[in-house]
């Protein structure tokens, strides 16, 4: 794809590379600004005012100026710890016997939680809920009965609770819906809420990932384990080779 140069400021060029490199520094809210006609000109423009300001430094001999100097030996010294942090943390070998030993040792999270997706109907008393229940098995609609006498703000979606893990509902209401197969609803249900009708619309078994499915979590998590670790190690042993006072 072409670099399309844009401007020339002494003999050096400003290209569309130039701008999107600069433009990264930004926030998205001004990347989008200068994205537009209006902004590429605005932006441009600056890009050009800092190359003419560049060279008017050059021509002043500023490299020389204790301030830049000063500044030059800070963003120098950034690089190289950034380096040396590099260096340290590369060559960070795991075997087939390290991954597998964490994936033995940390089973539990690597298994989904058995899920529900149920709708139910709410009612003070027994009685209500056999009356309801007669008139779902005569032909009315699990969710026209929920609107129409369920007291739990579920009602106005026709009784959807949506998606569940064991543990969200009373154990009496859970207990029941993990039972019931997809489509079926359940005998009445007594909890300290009142009596709920309940109609299981899909149930997802907890699933345990294989090896392969969990290596490259598992790989992730034993780097960064002992990439600290040989960082700690490293920093330990460079406090013996080099004298630090703490005042």
Known sequence: ??????????????????????????????????????GKKEFLDQ??????IYNYALDGDMKN???????????EKDILIQ???????ADINITEEEIEKYYKENIQMFKSEETASAKHILV????????????????????EAAKKYSK???AAQGGSLGSFTRGRMVPEFE??????KVGEISEPVKTQFGYHLIQLDEKSEGKLKTLEEA?????????????????ISTVTELKNKYAVEIK
């Open 152 to 154: 739990c703000p579920s």
């Open 215 to 231: 290596r490259p979590m598992i790989v992730e998590n034993i780097s960064h384990q002992k990439q600290n670790e040989k960082y």
């Open 83 to 89: 380096t040396g942090v590099k260096n340290i943390m």
């Open 65 to 75: 100026d204790a301030d830049y100097i000063e500044q030059m030996h800070l963003i």
């Open 175 to 180: 207990k029941v819906a993990f039972e019931l």
């Open 47 to 52: 890009m050009i005012n800092f190359e003419l």
């Open 1 to 38: 794809m072409e670099n399309k140069v844009l401007a020339i400021v002494n003999g050096s060029k400003i290209t569309e590379n130039d701008i999107k490199r600069s433009l990264l520094r930004f926030p998205k809210e001004t990347q989008d600004h200068y994205k537009t006609e209006e």
């Open 124 to 143: 003070d008393t027994l009685e209500q809920m056999k009356e309801i229940k007669l008139e779902i098995t005569n032909g009315m609609s699990f969710e």
